[in-house]
């Protein structure tokens, strides 16, 4: 499933996808926190049919009912209160790059002062890997720090 | 008569009688500004056309007399503009506007020209000065960011895949009123053309300054005024903006524009701290802004500009319609979604009023305060009708009774959306 991301200038951001089903759904992250879901039309797909609007509070039971975590809404605020903070999800290459080694083998840490948080197996997260924790191919690996860093510890970490 | 007056007014009775007057009228125009905000959202239209209104029929030519309250009202009209100018200038982070600048410059441009060109040309052709006549076209450029973005809100568009071309184009303007108001302040304090040209190189040299500030050191401006408790969050952006706005006023750049250049500077958690805080305050003042404009204007003076500025929101409705409807198209959006693009662009609301109230104090065109006020009465409301019923109102593609084509395969375009891996 894609997930594409769009600004919307003084409003937030709004998440964009198309369900198995065929529907496209929209889902706008307001600067307050507020959520809206939106479903969109299919007879005029620019518009939607309806939207429901969620606080915050209502936004994270509703992520809960879906069964996933609230990872991505927390790391969003994160990233608002450390200016400068870049968070980017690495999807680990078939081969090459660190598939199959560990973290400690990127030196990453030493070279880009990049910090790897967290590793996506699966289902399963993995918070705080430890430096020889072996990457496999598939896992998301979640990598913080100032933009240049992120951007270096990407391309050790895919190769 | 006068040996009589004398003593009288030295009393202290007098006083205390005064500031009751002034309570008493005060009272009684926020009554009247909380009845209408109900009419007006009862009516599904904005406010401000009802406030200008009242401040037509309240004054000199009116109904209901204003008298002992009119000094507190133009200092409160004065902090109004200052609030709502701080506020507009805090709408868009400094990512907004560089984003806005990268990638929909084209729309922009023809948003300018098409819209401002038309109001120039009627100013010059009522026998304005130039100055004037310029001013007239900022009122007729700039669409109401206040309006559009409250009605996206309450029809629930602000997911629509055409929210976001209607946003850049008003993120266009907002950097251009940047650009425009300090100009349009050294104009008006009647500099010659060498003067002027200086005094507008300075100008722009303030603001270019106001961006650096706001791309590299906002978070030094933030920390200086940032604090865990409102009221002392509230005391020193207060401070700060009268500060900076008195500033800009001594070194006639304007209040209005030195304290849309500082919400223009200030970001991060302070901007979003000020943006939950100040909203209130600014409606409050805000709106004894609108009636302090509409009591300054005899509503006499509105007949011989009515028809006009009748043609003039026509023809810029049209206009803006056409901007709107191009930029969509460009951006790939169905032709029912261009068509409300179009028509979510037509209002004029709070923008086009301080422009022309910087022409009024500066007393640039007598018929200048008249003018904008019928025609922003006029395309507030329209526009907002137009774009509530946007959906209803055929677009002009099956005017000629063709059915529409087939609605477009609305795909992100790959070069704005980013993908984010499944979590």
Known sequence: MNIYETPLPGI??????????????????????????????????????????????????????????????????????????????????????????????????????????????????????????????????LVMGGADAVRSATSILTG | MLAIALPLEVLPEPETSHAGAVLIELGVILLVLAVLGRVAARLGIPSIPLYLLAGLVMGDGGFIPVSAGEEFLAVGAEIGVVLLLLLLGLEYSPEDL?????????????????????????????????????????????????????????????????????????????????????IVAVLLVGASLLQGAIAAGVALGIVALAFVISMRFSHHVSRLVHSRSRELLLLGVLGLTFLVAGLADAVQVSAAVGAFLLGLTLSGQVADDVRT??????????????????????????????????????????????????????????????????????????????????????????QLGPFTAAYVLILAVVGSLLMRFADKIPPPGTWGGRQQSAPSVAAPSPARARHIPPT
């Open chain 2, 277 to 366: 805080l100040l909203p209130p305050l600014r409606d409050v003042f805000g709106g004894l802004f609108f009636v302090f404009f509409g009591l300054m204007i005899d509503p006499r003076d509105l007949i011989p500009v009515l028809l006009p500025a009748l043609a003039l929101a026509l023809v810029t409705a049209v206009t803006k319609i056409y901007t709107g409807m191009w930029a969509a198209k460009r951006n790939g959006i169905g032709p029912k979604g261009q068509w409300r693009t179009g028509l979510s662009l037509v209002p004029r609301g709070e923008f086009s009023i301080v422009i022309a109230g910087l022409g009024v104090a500066a007393g640039a065109e007598s």
């Open chain 2, 98 to 182: 560089r984003n806005g600048l990268k990638s929909n410059w084209a729309a922009g441009l023809l948003d300018g020209v098409a819209n401002a060109v038309p109001g120039f040309a009627v100013g010059l052709m009522l026998g304005w000065s130039p100055t004037a006549a310029l001013l007239l076209a900022g009122v007729t450029y700039i669409s109401s960011s206040g309006i559009i973005a409250r009605l996206l809100n309450d029809f629930e568009r602000v997911a629509n895949r055409e929210t976001p071309i209607v946003l850049s184009l008003l993120v266009m303007e907002d950097i251009v009123m940047a650009v425009f108001l300090p």
């Open chain 1, 12 to 141: 937030g951001v709004r998440y964009e996808f198309q369900a198995e089903g065929g529907d496209h759904v929209g889902v706008v992250v307001r600067r307050d926190g507020k959520r809206d879901i939106a479903l969109y039309d299919r007879e005029d797909p620019d518009s939607c049919k309806g939207t429901v609007e969620l606080s915050e509070g209502d936004a994270s039971k509703v992520a809960e009912l879906l069964g996933g975590t609230n990872i991505t809404a927390r790391l969003d605020t994160l990233s608002h209160m450390v200016e400068g903070l870049s968070i980017e999800w690495v999807t680990m290459p078939a081969a090459g790059g660190l598939t199959d080694k560990t973290i400690g083998d990127g030196r990453i840490r030493t070279e880009t002062s990049a910090s790897v948080v967290a590793v996506i197996r699966g289902d399963d997260g993995i918070p705080g890997p430890e430096p020889d924790f072996t990457l496999r191919a598939g896992d998301t690996v």
